[in-house]
């Protein structure tokens, strides 16, 4: 299975988001982290479960502000 995972992660292009993941963010993380990430898959494959943290989203509501014509007015 970790072929397979280390091949996916190769021809993913940069900045493709793969979830809330960038492709360049998931090859970045070498050797331990294809490890990590393909005994995840390998366990969501065995089980059929998916982690809690994988199927919740938590959104937080950005007040506006009311006058954003200067730089320093954005959010960052």
Partial sequence: MQSEVKKAMKEMRDKEATGDVP???LK?????????????ISSICETGEWLKDFT??????LKKKPDITKCSDNYT
């Fill in 28 to 40: 970045l993380l070498g050797e331990d982290g294809l490890r990590i990430t393909t005994q995840l």
């Fill in 56 to 61: 919740e989203v938590t959104m937080i509501a």
């Fill in 23 to 25: 492709g360049d963010v």
